[in-house]
């Protein structure tokens, strides 16, 4: 089985896609996330009772960011298995095209069409990447999940 793979081509400069993918994650994933711009720190995103715990394992400015899911919860009650991120990887390479248009290259490696949230994440990360990532970065405006303290 394939990893979820997608590639997009954005109108915004790779510094502003780095900037948006360690700084500015509650701009366009989830309001309920901590800073994600330091090389071994564990940062933490909410989507009300589904969070993960994220250890960000490889920045190379304006061209990679990875990360290492390390707790996660999916709070659904149709999943049997709540912790299938557990131990997949998530990868940005980021490659200019020129000085305003940056390629974007995902992968969230070990999240595979055999999964039970298969459908689920696949939906959440084609929603996060084209409609709200892409005009985050290119018109300042995403559109993140809006999570609520509790």
């Excluded at 994933?29 to 589904?50: L, Q, R, Y």
């Excluded at 940005?92 to 020129?98: A, E, R």
């Excluded at 039970?116 to 018109?139: H, M, Q, R």
Aim: proline share 3%; charged share 25%; aromatic share 12%.
């Amino acid at each position: 089985m394939n990893d979820y793979r997608k590639t997009i081509d954005i109108n915004a400069s790779s510094n502003r896609i780095y900037d948006a993918l360690t700084k500015g994650v509650t701009h366009w994933w989830t309001t309920g996330s901590e800073d994600a711009s330091e090389v071994g720190k564990v940062f933490v995103t909410h989507f009300e009772e589904t969070y993960n715990h994220i250890r960000i394992t490889r920045l190379i400015p304006d061209r990679c960011v990875e990360w290492e899911i390390l707790k996660h919860h999916h709070a659904n009650d149709e999943l049997s298995r709540k912790d299938e991120w557990v131990g997949t990887h998530i990868h940005w390479n980021l490659t200019p095209i020129d000085e305003t248009k940056t390629r974007l290259d995902f992968v969230h490696e070990g999240l595979q069409e055999s999964m039970e949230c298969w459908e689920i994440c696949e939906a959440g990360w084609n929603f996060f990447l084209d409609d709200s990532l892409k005009p985050y970065v290119e018109t300042g405006t995403g559109q993140p999940f809006q999570h609520c303290e509790t």
